[in-house]
């Protein structure tokens, strides 16, 4: 993995997290019923954890766009996508099997149908999951090719008087 395609992807995730966060804080503002429903895992509104999860998704994001530190980048797209995938098997294992509302009622403005959106953020999260997995993996090999410890220069005449 070269570094115009970690940036390419990492530029790629800012922008889905940019999207999707946004999407979450605009629907935690609206009247819908279901935000007023407690989430099935967290036992908090959907709003209160819209609100929470968009502002963590716009965070990154912004560490995405304007970081310096491709590890760290790649490091928080990987917690966060660990952590949805950890959310949805929560939801399977205590029985919940109505469509991710991830999206809130951004779906019903877009006239998208929810088992659709649910379908494309699966598609989404498997993208983060696997491009800053991948993203780290090739870090850490680059990491192993060099050694552990930085090397102290040899001390010469020439950059002697620099000490």
Known sequence: MHSKLMRLFLSSAA????????????????????????????SIT????FLLVGGLEL???????FG???????????LLATNFVVYRLGLILVGYHKPCSCLGNLTDALHISPQTADTIMKIVLGYLLI???ATLFWLWKQGRKSTSFPTVPEITPANEQLL
């Open 15 to 42: 922008i889905v997290l940019l999207a999707t966060g946004t999407a979450k804080l605009i629907s935690a503002s609206g009247n819908a019923q279901l935000l007023q429903s407690p989430d099935p895992i967290l």
């Open 46 to 49: 959907f709003r209160r954890v």
């Open 59 to 65: 965070f990154v994001a912004m560490i995405c766009f």
């Open 68 to 78: 310096k530190w491709v590890w760290l980048q790649a490091g928080l797209v990987a």
């Open 131 to 133: 491009g800053s997995y």
